[in-house]
């Protein structure tokens, strides 16, 4: 720890002056300094080490992509299926790049760069007050050297006519630690949908990628975060999505993880007034020795707010599969309707998945329900498909498939869906081939 | 077709078939009828290729191969085809994927070239016509949210797609109302040929007055107690079970 604090110390040298110069910075900083980096021995942590991160050959300060990186990253995104209709922005290693982005107008709708935003913006995690109550290191972490990323505003009323996609593509040679920021500020009764992607250029270093979505929604807005995760098993990936709901606000958030080697995504939302709903989902597929775990954080700090947690996950090989769902009513909530499920497939005996709700319910007038599953294939499906002559192994394949499908359909971006369905599929022990009905 | 000869079956320790023989020629209808917990679901079962099942003595011979020697999805390809008492409800996985994976896991092993999506529906569209069942349903997951009657129906649409040698029907009937049963029994009659057996396995006589058996048999105390016609079938509607039982243990 000592040796990161002083590798860290050394890196925020590095910062742009213009980076560098935000009072904010060093707040952050001192936040990171004095939470250090989670450990086991935290609750919230317990099944996830990051001691890898202790690692002084990570860059925090990548070095922007030359042209010929760029080349190189233009000509995998030109094999990529990836691009929806609407404004797309590419970050390369973090960095913003112009040219392979489109900026498509939205009437309503300003995306600024956050370089752009630097005097207007102070992140959350950057200030001890918000700090204390999130006790995210990571998010402190991210504050102290984030040097890119965007600020998405939709003034009141407004619906933005297309998806908004943010594309991190890791390329570089070095090792970097990658800090980028998302914004995104809805006011009242306006709606957005939110398309974080997540994909290795070939060769690709191994590295860090920390991003944060800091979420604010007025009144009655509605916001849908969908976010694909496809970096190679070499990269570390860590997200936090931090949201903050007003009345009758709606948040929906639907996770596809399949790729990195350790990952851990915290989605951390505050209810604040009545008639607020999350909706959050998610699938994981760990395979190898992969771990993924995923995170969340709800508080339900009004009456009549809502959350449903629906999250998956399938762990093959050795990998490791985490869920853990804190529910959190405070006093005088009355009338709260949380659900949680975590459904959990074991595709091989060396195998784990923890699974962990946590209810913390502090008023009386309340409906909280969780389950939680971890199975194996089931018998009897096996059997029928089996006695309609699909192979063993096919039969295997499909209802491990079925399993994830049941989650990714509910993504309503059709050419999104089709992205992540593919995905999975092709990663299946004996891979299916499917195509949409 | 089919010769079992001499079948024991068990599963754990208690012995379901003891000594169970019977012979299906080539286009012959047969019914295997039988008082609750006689060993019918199990002779189903042990056809289609269940692995839970232990067989202890005895051969299941089909057009010529050991059929015993062949896994469930082998046998499928071979013309085998069991319509399930309790269909399997497998959420995620739609009707139309199930269809034509099957249609073409069949003529793969028959060496005959895959169907496309636009011969698979030319080939669908009558016999869901036939079978009742809306265009809808293909987009659907197998068998989640169908009605009792939705799922035999179903059934009977897959083996409709199959075309198999040998068809068992797996207690098709239960739980249907006349008008479905009249349905399914179009749908099973329509499939009726030459070349191609069925064994319906049922409690009651009425799915045998329309679909009219060449041989009726009741399966007891694990092995066949009595054959006969398709009267015998009434009568075992007026009569019962019991007397054959008796029958059977007294002789």
New interface residues.
């Given amino acids: 720890m000592a040796s990161l604090q002083q590798h860290l110390e050394a890196e925020r040298c590095a910062l742009p002056p213009a980076a560098r110069a935000q009072p904010w910075r060093g707040e952050a900083f001192a936040s990171f300094n004095a939470l250090g980096l989670p450990t086991r021995r935290d609750e919230r942590w317990r099944y996830t080490d990051l001691k890898p991160l202790d690692n002084e050959r990570l860059s925090f300060v990548p070095a922007a992509p030359d042209a010929e990186l760029r080349a190189h990253v233009a000509a995998f995104l030109e094999t990529q299926d990836i691009d929806l209709e609407g404004p797309r922005l590419v970050f390369i290693d973090g960095h913003f790049d112009a040219t392979l982005s489109r900026r498509a107008e939205l009437p309503g709708v300003t995306i600024s760069s956050l370089a752009d935003a630097w005097d207007s913006f102070v992140p959350e995690g950057s200030t001890g007050a918000a700090h204390a109550r999130s006790r995210h290191p990571l998010a402190a972490l991210n504050a102290a050297f984030v040097q890119q990323g965007a600020v998405l505003k939709l003034a009141r009323g407004v619906v933005a006519a297309a998806p908004i996609q943010c594309v991190f593509v890791t390329a570089g040679r070095d090792q970097a630690a990658v800090q980028p920021r998302i914004v995104i500020e809805l006011a009242e009764a306006a709606a957005a949908t939110v398309v974080q992607h997540f994909v290795d250029a070939p060769e690709a270093a191994p590295g860090w990628l920390n991003v944060v979505t800091e979420v604010s929604q007025g009144p009655g807005s509605s916001l849908t975060v969908y976010r694909l995760q496809e970096h190679g098993t070499e990269q570390v990936h860590t997200s936090l999505l931090r949201a903050r709901l007003e009345r009758d606000a709606r948040l929906t958030a639907g996770y596809v993880d399949r790729g990195g080697g350790l990952v851990r995504n915290d989605i951390d939302v505050t209810l604040a007034e009545p008639g607020a709903k999350a909706d959050l989902f998610g699938i994981l597929l760990a395979a190898g020795t992969q771990h993924i775990d995923n995170s969340l954080c709800v508080d339900h700090a009004a009456p009549r707010t809502t959350s449903l947690e629906s999250f998956r996950a399938i762990a093959d090989d050795r990998a490791h599969a985490v869920f853990c769902g804190k529910v959190t009513v405070r006093p005088g909530a009355q009338r709260i309707d949380a659900r949680q499920t975590s459904d959990n497939l074991l595709l091989s005996a060396k195998a784990e998945i923890d699974t962990k709700p946590e209810l913390e319910i502090y008023a009386d007038d309340v409906k909280c329900t969780h389950g939680a599953t971890v199975g194996e294939l089931d018998?009897?499906?096996m059997?029928?498909?089996?006695?309609?002559?699909?192979?063993?192994d096919?039969?295997r394949a499909?209802?491990t498939?079925?399993?994830?499908?049941?989650t990714l359909?509910r993504i309503a971006l059709p050419a999104l869906r089709e992205r992540a369905i593919r995905e999975i599929a092709g990663r299946l022990p004996e891979g299916v081939e499917?195509?949409s009905? | 077709m089919l010769k079992i000869d001499n079948l024991h079956v068990r599963v754990a320790d208690r012995v379901i078939l003891n000594g169970l023989t019977l012979e299906v020629g080539a286009g012959e209808v047969h019914a295997i009828m039988g008082p609750n917990g006689s060993g019918k679901s199990t002779l189903a079962q042990v056809l289609a290729g269940r692995e839970s099942f232990e067989i202890t003595a005895g051969s299941i011979e089909y057009l010529g191969r050991n059929l015993l020697e062949l896994a469930p999805e082998e046998r499928a390809r071979a013309g085998v085809f069991l319509a399930f008492q309790y269909p399997i409800e497998i959420p995620g996985v739609n009707n139309a994927y199930l269809l034509k994976a099957a249609v073409n896991a069949r003529r793969r092993a028959e060496g005959k070239p895959q169907i496309d999506a636009f011969e698979f529906m030319r080939l669908i569209k009558g016999k869901m016509e036939l079978m009742q069942i809306s265009k809808e349903f293909l987009n659907r997951s197998i068998n989640v949210g169908f009605s009792g009657g939705e799922k035999k129906r179903n059934e009977i649409l897959q083996m409709l797609m199959l075309e198999p040698r040998l068809a068992v029907l797996d207690e098709t009937d239960s739980g249907l109302d006349v008008d479905a049963l009249k349905i399914v029994a179009a749908g099973v009659n329509s499939l009726r040929g030459a070349d191609r057996s069925m064994l319906l396995i049922t409690h009651y006589q009425r799915l045998l007055e329309l679909i009219v058996p060449d041989r009726v048999h009741v399966l007891a105390g694990g092995k066949i107690a009595m054959s006969g016609g398709s009267e015998l079938a009434r009568e075992l509607d007026e009569r019962g079970y019991d007397w054959i039982e008796t029958a059977a243990a007294s002789a």
Avoid at chain 1, 383 to 392: E, K
């Fill in positions: 018998e009897e499906q059997f029928y498909l089996r006695s309609r002559g699909v192979s063993a096919a039969a499909l209802l498939f079925a399993f994830a499908h049941i359909e499917w195509e009905p």
